[in-house]
Structures are given as structure tokens and as C-alpha cells.
Nanobody, 125 residues
Framework: QFQLVESGGGLVQPGGSLRLSCAAS????????IGWFRQAPGKEREGVSF????????NHADSVKGRFTISRDNAKNSVYLQMNSLKPEDTAVYYC??????????????????WGQGTQVTVSS
């Protein structure tokens, strides 16, 4: 099974907020480190936010520090990305990914084992 499903994307004006959700089935997210990635047209996939499996320590890309917050709810087997003060350059398809590896390479896509289908976030007036 091992399915991750993102939701919560949509169209928002600059300065607005969105909360993305990643719901898991077939795996227990509490045992996995979770990364949020995004990819805009013509650009490579980039890491956005990370939360560890052991301590729930988090890490964010410089481009979103102070604006994005990642969290998990193990009872719901879900992970969330709260995005505030959104900018047009945040426009992208956002992906949730899970891995068992506990290394420090948080934003390397190839280190993640499972991926969701992605959800579109568009920031525009």
C-alpha cells in the first residue's frame, strides 16, 4: 500500500496562508522522517521543510524560514505544512515524502522512500 496523499493546496493571494496536509496509509508516519518538497515549472525539485522521526526536530530551507511550519499528528497519521506570508515565488507543486533514514541530508530527494502525488499551490493576485 504505502500511500501518501497531500491535500490543502489551492489559489491564494500574496501574503495569505495555506495549510497542506499529508495523510499516510500502509505506513506509520511516526516511524519516518518527513520532508516537504516543491517543484515549479522549469525548476528542479527543492526541499522546503523537514521533521525528524525521533525528536520531532525541524529544519527549513532559507527561502521559507520564519514563514513555514512543519508538524505531525501521529494519532491522525498525518503531517502538516503551515504556510504563511506566501509569495508568488512559492508557487509550485508541493510533495510530501517519507524516509526511515535518520541522516542529516534533509533535502535530498533521493534519500526518501515514499512520495505523495503532489498538490498545487498558486500564489497570485
Amino acid at each position: 500500500q504505502f500511500q501518501l496523499v497531500e491535500s490543502g493546496g489551492g489559489l491564494v493571494q500574496p501574503g495569505g496562508s495555506l495549510r497542506l496536509s499529508c495523510a499516510a496509509s500502509g505506513l506509520t508516519l511516526g516511524s519516518y522522517a518527513i520532508g516537504w518538497f516543491r517543484q515549479a515549472p522549469g525548476k528542479e525539485r527543492e526541499g522546503v521543510s523537514f521533521i525528524s522521526s525521533l525528536s520531532d526536530a525541524t529544519n527549513h530551507a532559507d527561502s521559507v524560514k520564519g514563514r513555514f511550519t512543519i508538524s505531525r499528528d501521529n494519532a491522525k497519521n498525518s503531517v502538516y505544512l503551515q504556510m504563511n506570508s506566501l509569495k508568488p515565488e512559492d508557487t509550485a507543486v508541493y510533495y510530501c515524502a517519507a524516509r526511515r533514514w535518520r541522516g542529516s541530508s534533509w533535502f535530498v530527494p533521493s534519500t526518501y522512500d515514499y512520495w505523495g502525488q503532489g498538490t498545487q499551490v498558486t500564489v497570485s493576485s
